[in-house]
C-alpha cells in the first residue's frame, strides 16, 4: 500500500516533469512566433469582443496608477464577468511563473471540452472562483477588475491550444510606481527586471540597511587548566582571569568560523558524468588577530596556553642566562577537557543591538603564527596571529521553521 509520503513524491514528481515540459514548449512557441515581432500581441487572433471563459491579452492603462504600487500594463486575462463599463478576470501574471502552470492545469478542469482547440473555453464565473477557492491556490490575487475605457488596444485572443503555453512567456510589463512607498513590496518576480535600478538598490538599503565588519567583541572562557592560575612573568605575578578579560578589547580582527562540506565523487548509474556526493562536515578553523599590551602579557596568556597542551618547552629558570638552565620539555599531553573551553563571537549593528552570536564549542588555540620584529619598523603596531580550533559551532538563534512554503 502506497503511503501519503510515497504519493506526495509521485505527485511532485510528476508536477516538476510537466511543468519542465511547458517550459520548453512555451521556449519553443516563444522563439518561433513571439520573438520574430515587435509586438507579441499580433501573435493571437485578435477578437473585438471578449466572452467569459476565453483568454485574452491586450494593453492597458489603469484610471488609478498614481495610487497603486505596481500593475501589469499587458494583462493575461480569463474574464469572468462583465459589467456595463468592464470586467471582472483572472490574470495570471499576477503569480510567478511556476504558479501560474500549476493554477492554469487546475482551471483546465473547468474547461468545455478536452479538444483544446479555438472552440475550448472555461465554465467558469465569479462565484465558481468563490465556492472553490481552496483549489485555485493563489488566485485571489489575480482577480482583477477592468475598465473598458482604459484598455489601449484590441483584444487578442489566445486559443486552447497554446494556453499552457502562453502562461509560461515573459509578456508581462510591469509599471512600478516610484513615488509610492507600501508596507508589501511588489512580489520578486514583478521587480527582478530592475535588480540594477539604482533606486531600487538606494530603497533596498535604505530599509534594511547593512551589516558592519568592526562592530564585534570576543569572549573567551577560560580554561579549566588555566583557571584561577597567576601567570608568572619576570617576576610578575598577573591574574589570568584579570588578562583573559582584557582580551575582549584585544581582539581585533576575527575569522568567523566555516564549514566544508566533504563529498566524493559518485556516478549514480555506474556511466555518465560525477555528481558531489556529501558524506560528512568539516570544520575550517578560525583565526584571531591581537593586538599586544604594551609588557606584551596577553602574548604570554596565549604562549602558556598552548605549551599547557602540549608540553614542548619544559620550564625556564629566572636567570638571564643564554643558556638553558630549566626541566627538559615532557611532550606530554593533557586531557582535552582541560586545555578546551567555550569562545563566543558577538556582533553589533550602529546602535550597539546584538544581531548574531556564534558559539564555539571545546575551543582552543592550535598555533600561534611568527611574529616579525624589524628595526626599520617604528609605526606598526605589534600583534600576535592565533589559530583556533574547535569541534563545533553553532550560530544561536539560527534556523529553519517545519512551515514548508514553496516559492519560485
Given at each position: 500500500m502506497?503511503?501519503?509520503?510515497?504519493?506526495?513524491?509521485?505527485?511532485?514528481?510528476?508536477a516538476?516533469q510537466?511543468?519542465q515540459?511547458?517550459?520548453k514548449?512555451?521556449?519553443?512557441?516563444?522563439?518561433?512566433?513571439v520573438?520574430?515581432?515587435?509586438?507579441?500581441?499580433?501573435?493571437?487572433?485578435?477578437?473585438?469582443?471578449p466572452t467569459?471563459?476565453n483568454?485574452?491579452?491586450?494593453?492597458?492603462?489603469?484610471k488609478?496608477?498614481?495610487?497603486?504600487?505596481?500593475?501589469?500594463?499587458?494583462?493575461?486575462?480569463?474574464?469572468?464577468e462583465?459589467?456595463?463599463?468592464g470586467?471582472?478576470?483572472?490574470?495570471?501574471?499576477?503569480?510567478?511563473?511556476?504558479?501560474?502552470?500549476?493554477l492554469m492545469?487546475?482551471?483546465?478542469?473547468?474547461?468545455?471540452?478536452?479538444?483544446?482547440?479555438?472552440k475550448?473555453?472555461l465554465?467558469?464565473?465569479?462565484?465558481?472562483?468563490?465556492?472553490?477557492?481552496r483549489?485555485?491556490?493563489g488566485?485571489?490575487?489575480?482577480?482583477?477588475?477592468?475598465?473598458?475605457?482604459?484598455?489601449?488596444?484590441?483584444f487578442?485572443?489566445?486559443?486552447?491550444?497554446?494556453?499552457?503555453?502562453?502562461v509560461?512567456?515573459?509578456l508581462?510589463?510591469?509599471?512600478?510606481n516610484?513615488n509610492?512607498?507600501y508596507?508589501?513590496?511588489?512580489?520578486?518576480?514583478?521587480?527582478?527586471?530592475m535588480?540594477f535600478?539604482?533606486?531600487?538598490?538606494?530603497?533596498?538599503?535604505?530599509?534594511?540597511?547593512?551589516?558592519?565588519r568592526?562592530?564585534f567583541?570576543?569572549?573567551?572562557?577560560?580554561?579549566?587548566?588555566?583557571?584561577?592560575?597567576?601567570?608568572?612573568?619576570f617576576?610578575r605575578?598577573i591574574?589570568?582571569?584579570n588578562?583573559?578579560r582584557?582580551?575582549?578589547?584585544r581582539?581585533e580582527?576575527?575569522?568567523?568560523?566555516?564549514?566544508?562540506?566533504?563529498?566524493?565523487?559518485?556516478?549514480?548509474?555506474?556511466?555518465?558524468?560525477?555528481?558531489?556526493?556529501?558524506?560528512?562536515?568539516?570544520?575550517?578553523?578560525?583565526?584571531f588577530?591581537?593586538?599586544?599590551?604594551?609588557?606584551?602579557?596577553?602574548?604570554?596568556?596565549?604562549?602558556?596556553?598552548?605549551?599547557?597542551?602540549?608540553?614542548f618547552n619544559?620550564a625556564?629558570?629566572?636567570?638571564?642566562?643564554?643558556?638553558?638552565?630549566?626541566?627538559?620539555?615532557?611532550?606530554?599531553?593533557k586531557y582535552k577537557?582541560?586545555?578546551?573551553?567555550n569562545?563566543?563571537?558577538?556582533?553589533?549593528d550602529?546602535q550597539?543591538?546584538e544581531?548574531?552570536?556564534?558559539?564555539?564549542?571545546?575551543?582552543f588555540?592550535?598555533?600561534?603564527?611568527q611574529?616579525?620584529?624589524?628595526?626599520?619598523d617604528?609605526?606598526?603596531?605589534?600583534?600576535?596571529?592565533?589559530?583556533?580550533?574547535?569541534?563545533s559551532?553553532?550560530?544561536?538563534?539560527?534556523?529553519f521553521?517545519?512551515?514548508?512554503?514553496?516559492s519560485?
Amino acid at each position: 500500500m502506497v503511503d501519503d509520503h510515497d504519493l506526495f513524491i509521485e505527485k511532485l514528481t510528476y508536477a516538476r516533469q510537466n511543468i519542465q515540459e511547458s517550459l520548453k514548449q512555451a521556449g519553443d512557441f516563444f522563439k518561433d512566433k513571439v520573438q520574430k515581432l515587435k509586438n507579441p500581441l499580433k501573435v493571437f487572433f485578435q477578437s473585438a469582443t471578449p466572452t467569459v471563459g476565453n483568454m485574452y491579452m491586450f494593453s492597458y492603462d489603469p484610471k488609478y496608477k498614481n495610487v497603486l504600487p505596481y500593475y501589469d500594463a499587458h494583462p493575461l486575462v480569463f474574464p469572468v464577468e462583465f459589467y456595463s463599463n468592464g470586467f471582472l478576470g483572472i490574470n495570471l501574471h499576477y503569480l510567478p511563473p511556476i504558479a501560474r502552470a500549476s493554477l492554469m492545469s487546475k482551471l483546465k478542469k473547468l474547461s468545455s471540452d478536452d479538444k483544446y482547440n479555438e472552440k475550448t473555453k472555461l465554465n467558469i464565473s465569479y462565484e465558481i472562483i468563490v465556492s472553490y477557492s481552496r483549489q485555485f491556490s493563489g488566485i485571489e490575487g489575480c482577480i482583477k477588475r477592468y475598465l473598458y475605457a482604459n484598455v489601449r488596444s484590441q483584444f487578442h485572443q489566445v486559443f486552447a491550444e497554446d494556453w499552457d503555453k502562453t502562461v509560461m512567456l515573459p509578456l508581462q510589463r510591469w509599471i512600478v510606481n516610484p513615488n509610492k512607498k507600501y508596507a508589501n513590496s511588489p512580489p520578486y518576480w514583478v521587480t527582478k527586471k530592475m535588480a540594477f535600478n539604482i533606486e531600487s538598490i538606494r530603497q533596498n538599503i535604505s530599509s534594511l540597511g547593512y551589516a558592519k565588519r568592526n562592530k564585534f567583541e570576543v569572549f573567551i572562557q577560560a580554561p579549566k587548566i588555566l583557571e584561577n592560575s597567576l601567570l608568572n612573568v619576570f617576576g610578575r605575578e598577573i591574574n589570568v582571569f584579570n588578562l583573559n578579560r582584557i582580551l575582549r578589547y584585544r581582539i581585533e580582527q576575527v575569522d568567523v568560523p566555516g564549514v566544508s562540506l566533504l563529498s566524493s565523487d559518485v556516478r549514480l548509474y555506474g556511466v555518465g558524468p560525477t555528481q558531489k556526493m556529501p558524506y560528512n562536515a568539516q570544520y575550517l578553523d578560525t583565526t584571531f588577530s591581537i593586538l599586544l599590551d604594551r609588557n606584551t602579557d596577553i602574548w604570554d596568556f596565549w604562549y602558556n596556553w598552548i605549551n599547557s597542551i602540549v608540553n614542548f618547552n619544559g620550564a625556564e629558570s629566572s636567570e638571564n642566562s643564554l643558556f638553558f638552565s630549566g626541566t627538559l620539555p615532557s611532550y606530554s599531553v593533557k586531557y582535552k577537557d582541560d586545555y578546551s573551553t567555550n569562545m563566543m563571537i558577538v556582533m553589533y549593528d550602529d546602535q550597539g543591538n546584538e544581531i548574531k552570536k556564534i558559539n564555539l564549542y571545546n575551543a582552543f588555540p592550535s598555533s600561534i603564527k611568527q611574529i616579525p620584529l624589524s628595526w626599520d619598523d617604528n609605526t606598526n603596531l605589534l600583534r600576535i596571529s592565533v589559530s583556533i580550533t574547535y569541534s563545533s559551532y553553532t550560530v544561536v538563534g539560527s534556523g529553519f521553521s517545519d512551515f514548508l512554503n514553496f516559492s519560485f
